[in-house]
């Protein structure tokens, strides 16, 4: 039994702490910090988030979950399924990457953080089990094909739209497959096969870090990033400047319509403080903000398909003589006699009056030097009903992968994990790391067997792993600038790969077709609602729930006959003969309201098909709980039948069973002499009633049969 104190701080059960153990965790600690510190920033992309919040997410957050989870080597951090949930759960919300975006994703990691905490205090980690295996599944594998062509776009050197269906954004990225940017696919491939090649020939080395630091410094030295600015007024294609002008002039109304719902609902707040009498003046101030609203919904969507038509179109640049500044053509349409300067440029980002353009690869960029600032993230009780629901289901879902981890360990490790434990780790990790600027977080399969694979004993190899991100953090962010993107899209492709598992679809639908179509509907909803990962999810949950109360409500129902070997069998199946004095009902399953009517039907069946027997015996050892619509129609059963001539005789009934009978006065109906222990000793009780009353026992195919006597 735990000590108060332990329960409080629970990494107190790592002590007494020694100098080999020290060592095993420190060769952990920093064998998963060369993972984390380039996956982590992989992740952070993925979840539309500027790629060095990733450090963030790997600081704090890793180092609070191992010393307050139970387990010893669960790795946390950033990880692609979360992340994944992120981006979607935010992007309908703001532009990923921008600073609306950012504040969203910190924000959903706090609630994300008290819903794990609250379910983790309350001792109510069961609720996961309504994501079934089969859901989680079928999810996993659509989110890793999601999070794959994700990458495509990022791989090619090309833009992606961002819509209401991923599938179609895709397309269009297949679209673009002749703008592909080739220094920027060579990177990506080349990423894939180095850590391709070092996991076939020498897996026991850091592939990530390799090939993160062999493609920056190849980077650095061909100058793969090409960026220039410009104006409007140096667009010199007609279409392009009529787009870019709307755009501005888009995203200027969009300002002047979010200064006029911030005025109107600070009106609104005065108007409410007044009370009764401005009731008329409140409604027609909340229909006015909503009015706007909806224009600025409109307007954003409009900014939003001129920025994809923008970045789609590519540009040559003409350099001006004269000194003057140079233009930018469309490809393919130079005026007569001008000579580009033989690099293609996108418009990459658009802000008032200024362009800034890219002529070369994508590369991570500047990263801020030193820690992320700590406090409360800004909190907007406006988003919360828009966050509220995408924080639990990325709860659950990241609380199921990391319990299936520390649980996969455990079983190596001989260690015990508590669930609600693990609940209060994930929940302070995530917290924590809302007041570090970090998204939301789980458990990591990938760096988990890392930890475990170099040796880790406890936790402190995680605490190691988070000083070594502290240590990139202050001192070696410089060196990340020329990382580039199709870099981080490979990393992210690499590690989803192992994720995909269509056997584990196959296996739920060998072990029930029930579950196989829970996970083949989870997997093509996923796919078809992204990018809101969470409807696909929801969907899948609440089938499989569907579903489960259909098989308990057409439970197996078996009329009894007696086999050679003297047990009592399926007389449908074994083709044994029916009893003129007793018909033996074996029901399997608890008698709950979803299948009363199914039970009363099968029971007045069974009696019909064998109007001659006077006896029917209820064999209830698979009933394993009884509610108060089941025990009112066994009430109804036994009177009607009663009634008719039938005696009703039970046996193998359970406790609780017994308990509810008790409380209702249904076992005084049924009374003592006709319940039973076992169906054997029921078929003595008959066989001996049926002799006093004069009936010829001795035909009964039902009568157990001589015990056979040795010696």
């Known amino acids: 039994m735990k000590i108060p104190l332990q329960r409080l701080f629970p990494f107190l059960r790592w002590f007494p702490y020694s100098g080999t153990t020290l060592r095993a965790d420190f060769i952990a600690g920093l064998t998963v910090a060369l993972v984390l510190v380039p996956q982590s920033m992989a992740y952070a992309q993925l979840a ?73 205090v309350l001792k109510l980690g069961v609720i996961v089990n309504f994501l079934s295996h089969p859901v989680i599944v079928g999810f996993t594998n659509a989110a890793a094909i999601i999070i794959a062509l994700s990458q495509a776009n990022k791989l090619l050197g090309v833009p992606i739209g961002r819509s209401e269906f991923f599938l179609s954004d895709i397309w269009g990225v297949v679209g673009l497959v002749g703008d592909t940017h080739l220094p920027t696919l060579m990177m990506g491939a080349a990423a894939i096969a180095i850590m391709w090649v070092i996991r076939k020939k020498s897996p026991k080395l850091p592939a990530v870090l ?49 200064g006029q719902i911030v005025t109107q609902s600070g009106e609104l707040k005065k108007l409410q403080k007044a009370g009764g009498e401005a009731a008329h003046a409140i409604a027609t101030r909340n229909y006015e903000i909503e009015l706007l609203r909806l224009q600025l919904k409109d307007r954003e969507e409009e900014n939003r398909k001129r920025n994809r038509a923008v970045r789609g179109i590519i540009f040559e640049q003409v350099t001006a003589s ?32 200024s362009l800034k353009l890219t002529g070369g690869g994508e590369v991570v960029g500047k990263v801020p030097e030193g820690l992320p600032s700590f406090g409360l993230p800004k909190f907007s009780w406006d988003m919360i009903g828009s966050l509220l629901a995408a924080a639990i289901v990325i709860s659950m879902v990241g609380f199921m992968e990391a319990i299936s981890i520390a649980k996969a360990i455990a079983a190596k490790t001989k ?122 999810i929801m969907i899948g949950a609440g089938l499989a729930i ?30 044994l003969p029916a009893s003129d004095l007793v018909t033996a009902v074996r029901f399997d399953g608890r008698l709950y309201f979803a299948n009363v009517s199914f039970f009363e039907d099968a029971i007045l069946d069974a009696v019909a098909a064998n ?58 109906l049924i009374s003592q002499q006709h319940i039973f222990a076992t169906a054997d000793m029921a078929l003595e009780a008959i066989q001996a009633w049926a002799a006093e009353r004069g009936q010829d026992a001795a035909a009964n195919p039902l009568r157990p049969l001589p015990v056979k006597r040795f010696g």
């Open 546 to 575: 569907v579903l489960y109360l259909y098989r308990t409500m057409t439970p197996r129902v078996a009329i009894l006959g007696r086999h050679a070997d003297g047990s009592l069998r399926d007389a449908a199946v074994n083709n």
């Open 415 to 536: 260690d015990k994990i508590d669930p609600n434990q693990e609940l209060i780790g994930q929940g302070l990790a995530n917290l924590v790391g809302a007041m570090t600027q970090a998204f939301p977080v789980s458990g990591s399969f990938s760096r988990s067997a890392v930890n475990i694979n170099a040796g880790a004993k406890t936790g402190m190899s995680s605490v190691i792993t988070a000083a070594f991100v502290l240590l990139t953090l202050l001192f070696l962010t410089p060196l990340l600038y020329h990382l580039p993107q199709a870099v981080l899209a490979a990393v992210i492709i690499m590690a989803v790969i192992g994720l995909i598992n269509f056997g584990a679809i196959r296996h739920a639908w060998q072990a029930s077709r029930h579950d196989g179509i829970a996970a083949v509907a989870t997997f093509i909803a996923t796919l078809l609602f992204a990018p809101h990962l969470d409807k696909g």
């Open 210 to 258: 390799i090939a993160v630091a062999l493609t920056t410094v190849v980077s650095w030295q061909i100058g793969f990033e090409r960026n220039a600015s410009a104006t409007l007024e140096q667009i010199a294609d007609a279409e392009a400047q009529d787009l870019l002008a709307e755009f501005v002039r888009t995203e200027a109304r969009i300002g002047e319509i979010n």
């Open 322 to 353: 004269g000194g003057e500044a140079p233009k930018y053509y469309a490809s393919g349409r130079l005026p007569a006699g001008a000579q580009s300067d033989g690099r293609h440029w996108r418009i990459a980002r658009v802000a008032g009056g």
């Open 48 to 120: 539309g988030m500027p790629p060095y919040f990733g450090l963030y997410a790997a600081f704090l957050p890793v180092m609070v979950a191992a010393l307050w989870g139970s387990s010893n080597q669960l790795g946390t951090g950033p990880v692609a399924v979360v992340s994944l949930l992120t981006a979607s759960a935010l992007t309908p919300l703001a532009a990923p990457g921008s600073g609306h975006f950012v504040a969203l994703a910190i924000m959903l990691a706090l609630l994300v953080g008290i819903v794990q905490l609250t379910l983790g």
């Open 611 to 668: 109007p001659k027997a006077p006896y029917l015996l209820v064999v209830a050892n698979g009933i394993n709980e009884l509610d108060a619509s089941g025990e009112e129609v066994m009430h109804h059963l036994v009177e009607r039948l009663r009634g008719n001539g039938v005696t009703v005789v039970f046996s193998g009934l359970k406790k609780q069973v017994i308990d509810v009978m008790r409380a209702t006065g249904l076992f005084d």
